[in-house]
């Protein structure tokens, strides 16, 4: 049986069979992405702004400039932020059936600052694990001054519902008959050759699955 | 010389040297994407959902049921469109200066309903070729309970700005002998085997290039 909608702001309405409240499908769809769309209320407009972001835990992360305006406000005040991964573009025989097969979650809540510098630097090297694992030993590791720069931030998943498609076309029966091709073409996040920086040319070229994880 | 921000709530203050302002970048985005990301005010909470788009001239188009919130609420009050297309992971030799290339724009403004049934059936056309050039005209067109039960919106690009990163890492010159792999890890947007519906099996498989078109 699937878990209730944690509150009525996230129960889906449209197409309820496609919701999903239980917090490893919240989590999963949160590590597959990179980056994060957040909408907030400033200066009597609606922002939707993206950003990098990762989890550690029940709580998704971002950063950003100690002086930036993404980071005074969203300490201020709820927003939302969506992630949304597109996995698929489903070709019906009819224009009414067409479709995308996706994974998406939406998150309500406010965030808190990372203040405690341990656990900040704890944090960004989260951050960095996220994109390449191992990496983060390897690396020179933020100083005084890049810390007290930088702002981490991070918001609670626990009211949150995500939404999944991932099934063929659905097409009526009158419509079988027509002449085109119909069904799923799959879409993922692929890595072209790496570009490494020009003093870099001592290295071995890395293989690409030692580097990063390709995330959808 | 760059054209200026069309409005204060446009004008990029955090590195503004990836700023860009004209009609031709924004557009490009925008026709890069098959999905957007909306941020809109409704029942006293900030919501940003995902929902698929397209371009026609100078508009953002969305379509979506003719009684769903979303439809409802984006043509009584202004919202914030965002899209955000990651194309690169950037890895510095310091955690500090490991980045992203990227292509984002965000839009402000009001959407307005497209109730000519005629430029509805237009704009439907346009997001089936948007997906899948020449399709419009292979498949099922949308009977009229179908066009009265989808609503079509539009959004005015003209209060829109765009923000680039499309280039190599920028490590301080005193870290440049750590002993790290150091460069960019493109990324892009590819397909998998099609997914053929079992109905469609009398059929050639099409090359992947005359089906869709990839979109970053």
Redesign the interface.
């Known amino acids: 049986m699937k878990p209730d909608a944690p509150s009525p702001?996230t129960q889906i309405?449209?197409k309820p069979q496609r919701g999903h409240y239980d917090f490893a499908t919240v989590a999963a769809i949160v590590d597959a992405a990179?980056?994060c769309?957040?909408?907030?209320?400033e200066?009597g407009?609606?922002?939707?702004?993206?950003t990098?972001s990762w989890r550690v835990g029940d709580h998704l992360y971002i950063h950003g400039?100690s002086n930036?305006?993404l980071t005074r406000t969203l300490t201020g005040s709820?927003?939302?932020?969506?992630i949304?991964h597109?996995d698929?573009?489903v070709?019906?025989?009819?224009?009414?059936h067409?479709s995308?097969n996706?994974r998406?979650v939406?998150i309500?809540g406010r965030f808190v600052a990372v203040d405690d510098p341990e656990e900040k630097k704890k944090a960004?090297?989260a951050?960095?694990e996220h994109?390449?694992p191992g990496?983060?030993a390897?690396?020179?590791?933020?100083?005084p001054a890049?810390l007290a720069g930088?702002c981490v931030l991070r918001l609670p998943l626990d009211e949150a519902a995500a939404k999944i498609r991932h099934w063929?076309?659905e097409?009526d029966a009158g419509?079988?008959g027509?002449?085109?091709?119909?069904?799923?073409?799959?879409?993922?996040?692929?890595?072209?050759?790496?570009?490494?920086?020009?003093?870099?040319a001592a290295?071995t070229?890395?293989a690409?699955p030692d580097?990063?994880v390709?995330r959808a």
């Open positions: 702001r309405r449209r990179q980056i769309q957040i909408a907030f209320n200066g407009s609606v922002h939707c702004l993206p990098a400039a930036s305006r709820d927003c939302s932020v969506c949304a597109l698929g573009l070709l019906a025989r009819s224009a009414f067409h995308m996706f998406s939406v309500y960004l090297a951050f960095v994109v390449s990496r983060s390897l690396v020179r590791a933020p100083t890049e930088t063929g076309v097409d419509d079988l027509i002449a085109v091709w119909a069904g799923v073409v799959p879409l993922h996040t692929a890595a072209g050759a790496l570009l490494p920086d020009e003093d870099c290295f070229e890395p690409l580097l990063v390709l």
